[in-house]
C-alpha cells in the first residue's frame, strides 16, 4: 500500500514537471529531490506530532530541497515562507484543540512505516527540515521572559537565523566554558564586523539541528531587550519586582542561555546603570544559567573591564578577523541566498576578488561583513535593471487610461447613468487579469542577471571614490612603467621621479613594510614642480589629480595648533569635534596627503606624524583611529633653498649635485629631529 501511495504521488509529480518542462528541463533530474523531500516531510510530521505526511509538508519539503522549483513558485505568487507559515498555524490550531494531524485524503503516508521500510532509525535522521519545524511545547518559556526577549530557538525553527559555518574552534570554546560551573558567562570581543553577533545567534541553529553536546539539546537561546526590560519601571519598586517575577521563572527552568547584544550600548543608553549592573549580575551568579555578551575592543575596557565584578565572572573570548580563504568559503555560503533573494548569479571570480578589494580599500571595516555588503548591495544593483516586455507596458498604460476615464466619471457624478462605467470596470478587471499573468510568466522565463568582477569594482568605486580604472587586487599591474609614465610628463626631475617611484614600489609589493604609508620629502626652491610632481603622482595611481589632501603647515606654526590635526582633548573648547585632517582621511582612505612646507610646523605637530609616518594610523581625541596606510605622504619644504642659491663655489667642482644634497642633508639635521628623519623613505 506504501509503495503504491508513493508511485502514485510521484506520478502525479511528474506530470505537472511534464507540463512545464520548458522551464525545467530534464524530469529525471528530480528523482532525488523527490526521495529526500518524502524523507523530510517524515521528519517533519513527526515534530509535529502528527501520524500522517500531509500535502502542505510534502510541498514545503519539495520546494526547500528545489531551487528552481521554489523560484517557479515564488513567480507565480507563492513563496516557501507563505507555505511554512500556513502549515505552522494549522498545525497549531490542531494542537491546541488536542487533535491529531490527519490527511484529508486516503492516500496518505504513515511516515515511521516509510523509516522503518528503508532501515532508518528516527533517532538518527537530522535533516535540514528540523530546523523549520513546529515549535512544540518545549519551547515555551515564562510569560516575563518572553516580554523582554527574543526566542531565537524560534526564529532558527523558522529559518530566520543566518547559518555561520567554520567556527568550529570558537563553538568549542564556548561550549567548554558554558560547561563550566563557576563562572559560565562568556563575553565574544572583536572588531565590528567580524561575525559576534552572528555567530552567537546561530548557537540557534545547532541547538535545533541537534549540532551541539548532550547538555545543550534542550537549551533555549533568548536575546535581552532593555527597552522591554525596564519598559513601565519609572516608579519606585516597578523594576524590583519585575526582577523577583524573572527570577522565579528562571528557577522554575534552568535551560536558559541569556544573550546581550553589544552590552556596551545596553549601559550608556537612558537605562540606570545600577540595574543593568544588577540585572546582569543576577544572571552571571545563577550556575544553573549561562549568559553570552558581545562587545568591541574599544568598549570592553569601559565597560566589562572598568566593573570587577563582572571582569571577574565572565570568560573573554576573542574573535578574530578571518583570513582571506575563510572569507571566500563564507562568501560562496551567503552567495547562495543572495542569489535567491536578487533572483542572480555570481560569477567564479568574484569571490576571491571581492575580499582582496575590500581588505585593501575598504579599511574602516572588517571581513567579512565588508565583502558580505559589496556583494549584497552589486546583486541588488543588478535585480533592479529589469526590462519590462512590450505586452506588460501595453497593459499598463491601458489599465492607466480606464483608470483616468473612471475617475473622471465619478469626479462629474455620472456613473450610475452611463452604460460605459461598467464596461471600464469590466475591462480593468480583465487587464490586470491579463497583466498579472503576464508579469509572472515574464517572472519566470526572465534570465537571470550575471554579477561580474567588474558590477564589484563598481559598487567598491562608489564607496571609496577610487575610479573604477585604477581597482585593481594586484600591484604590478598598475606600477608596471610608472617611471616612464611620469617622466613623460614631469621633465627634467628623472632621478627624483625614480627615487619617488623606487619607495612606492618597495611599499605595494612588499618589500618594505606594508603596514605604514610611502613618507616622501621633497626639497627644492619655488617652481621647481615639486607640487606638479605630487598631482602627477596622484592621477598615475588613482585616476585623479584631485586625490590629494594638501595641508598648509604655515598654519601649524603655533602649540595648540595640533588640536586641529586630531581633535581637541577632554575639558577643553570643541571637545568632540573631529579634526579637520581626521576627517578628511576618513573621506579619502586612498590618496596623497601633501605637508606644504614642513618646517613651519611647530614641534609638537611633528610629534603628531611620528605615529601616522611608523603605524599607519592616526588616532582622533575620542580614540577613533583612522587607517592610513593606502595614502602617500609627500612633505615639501625650500629649508635650504636660500643656502643653495647663495652657495658659489670655487675653483673645480666635482659634483655640484653631492654638494647641495650635503648642504640639505646639514639643514635637514638641524631643523627635524632623527626619529623623524628615519621614518622618510625618500628625500
Not at 565597560?303 to 570568560?315: H, V
Not at 543572495?338 to 579599511?363: C, G
Not at 612633505?635 to 654638494?659: E, H, Q, R, W, Y
Request: aromatic content about 8%; charged content about 30%; some cysteine.
Amino acid at each position: 500500500m506504501l509503495n503504491d501511495v508513493l508511485e502514485k504521488t510521484k506520478s502525479h509529480f511528474y506530470q505537472w514537471l511534464s507540463a512545464n518542462a520548458k522551464t525545467f528541463g530534464i524530469i529525471k533530474k528530480y528523482d532525488a529531490v523527490f526521495e529526500k523531500s518524502v524523507t523530510d516531510a517524515n521528519l517533519l510530521s513527526m515534530r509535529q506530532k502528527s501520524n500522517f505526511i500531509n500535502s502542505g509538508q510534502l510541498l514545503f519539503c519539495i520546494l526547500k530541497n528545489s531551487e528552481e522549483l521554489n523560484r517557479y513558485f515564488k513567480g507565480v505568487g507563492v513563496t516557501i515562507n507563505q507555505i511554512n507559515t500556513q502549515v505552522i498555524e494549522e498545525t497549531n490550531n490542531m494542537l491546541e484543540e488536542g487533535k491529531r494531524i490527519q490527511s484529508t485524503k486516503p492516500s496518505s503516508i504513515a511516515p515511521q512505516k516509510h523509516l522503518k521500510k528503508n532501515d532508518v532509525k528516527e533517532e538518527n535522521v537530522i535533516t535540514p527540515v528540523e530546523k523549520i519545524a513546529i515549535i512544540d511545547q518545549d519551547l515555551k518559556i515564562g510569560s516575563e521572559c518572553e516580554r523582554i526577549t527574543t526566542n531565537l530557538n524560534k526564529m532558527a525553527y523558522s529559518s530566520q537565523l543566518e547559518n555561520i559555518y567554520g567556527n568550529e574552534a570558537i563553538y568549542n570554546e564556548i561550549f567548554t566554558v558554558l560547561s563550566k560551573r563557576n563562572k559560565n558567562n562568556i563575553v565574544i570581543v572583536g572588531k565590528s564586523g567580524v561575525g559576534k553577533t552572528d555567530t552567537v545567534r546561530n548557537l540557534a541553529n545547532l541547538i535545533v539541528s541537534g549540532n551541539v553536546p548532550s547538555a545543550f539539546k534542550k537549551k533555549i537561546l533568548l536575546e535581552i531587550d532593555f527597552n522591554s526590560l525596564f519598559y513601565g519601571t519609572q516608579m519606585r519598586g516597578a523594576f524590583e519586582t519585575k526582577m523577583k517575577a524573572i527570577q522565579a521563572e528562571i528557577k522554575q527552568n534552568n535551560n536558559f542561555i541569556f544573550f546581550i547584544d553589544s552590552i556596551e550600548n545596553s549601559i550608556n543608553k537612558n537605562f540606570s546603570q545600577n540595574d543593568v549592573c544588577e540585572f546582569v549580575e543576577t544572571i552571571m551568579k545563577d550556575r544553573n544559567v549561562m549568559l553570552i555578551c558581545t562587545c568591541s575592543e574599544k568598549a570592553y575596557s569601559k565597560t566589562i573591564g572598568d566593573i570587577p565584578s563582572w571582569e571577574r565572572y565572565f570568560e573573554k573570548i576573542t574573535l578574530e578577523e578571518p583570513n582571506e580563504e575563510k572569507c571566500v568559503n563564507i562568501l560562496r555560503q551567503h552567495a547562495e541566498k543572495l542569489q535567491f533573494f536578487h533572483n542572480v548569479e555570481y560569477d567564479n571570480e568574484v569571490f576571491d576578488n571581492i575580499v582582496k578589494l575590500s581588505k585593501r580599500y575598504i579599511t574602516e571595516r572588517s571581513l567579512p561583513d565588508s565583502a558580505i555588503d559589496i556583494m549584497d548591495k552589486a546583486g541588488a544593483k543588478k535585480s533592479v535593471i529589469d526590462y519590462e516586455d512590450e505586452k506588460i507596458a501595453k497593459c499598463k498604460q491601458d489599465i492607466s487610461t480606464i483608470r483616468n476615464r473612471i475617475a473622471l466619471m465619478k469626479k462629474n457624478h455620472n456613473e450610475e447613468d452611463s452604460e460605459d462605467y461598467d464596461n471600464l470596470i469590466k475591462k480593468e478587471i480583465e487587464l490586470n487579469t491579463t497583466l498579472d499573468f503576464a508579469m509572472k510568466t515574464h517572472n519566470l522565463t526572465k534570465k537571470r542577471e550575471v554579477v561580474t568582477l567588474e558590477d564589484i569594482k563598481e559598487r567598491i568605486s562608489e564607496r571609496t571614490n577610487v575610479p573604477i580604472t585604477k581597482l585593481s587586487t594586484n600591484d604590478k599591474d598598475k606600477l608596471k612603467n610608472l617611471n616612464e609614465r611620469i617622466k613623460k610628463i614631469v621633465i627634467g626631475q628623472d632621478e627624483a621621479v625614480d627615487s619617488v617611484c623606487k619607495a612606492i614600489k618597495r611599499q605595494r609589493i612588499g618589500i618594505s613594510n606594508p603596514n605604514k604609508p610611502v613618507v616622501l620629502f621633497f626639497g627644492g626652491t619655488t617652481g621647481v614642480g615639486k607640487t606638479f610632481l605630487c598631482k602627477t603622482l596622484a592621477k598615475e595611481l588613482w585616476g585623479d589629480e584631485k586625490q590629494i589632501i594638501r595641508l598648509d603647515m604655515s598654519e601649524y606654526s603655533e602649540q595648540t595648533s595640533v588640536t586641529k590635526l586630531y581633535g581637541a582633548p577632554p575639558s577643553y573648547v570643541g571637545y568632540g569635534d573631529s579634526g579637520s585632517l581626521v576627517d578628511k582621511l576618513k573621506m579619502k582612505k586612498n590618496c596623497i596627503l601633501l605637508l606644504d612646507e614642513i618646517e613651519k610646523a611647530n614641534e609638537k605637530v611633528y610629534n603628531v606624524f611620528l605615529q601616522l609616518f611608523d603605524e599607519g594610523r592616526l588616532t582622533d581625541s575620542k580614540g577613533n583611529i583612522v587607517d592610513c596606510r593606502n595614502i602617500v605622504v609627500i612633505m615639501t619644504s625650500n629649508i635650504a633653498a636660500k643656502k643653495i642659491m647663495n652657495n658659489k663655489p670655487v675653483g673645480f667642482v666635482v659634483n655640484l649635485d653631492d654638494t647641495r644634497k650635503d648642504i640639505i642633508d646639514k639643514e635637514l639635521k638641524k631643523h627635524f629631529n632623527p626619529e623623524f628623519l628615519n621614518r622618510i623613505d625618500s628625500i
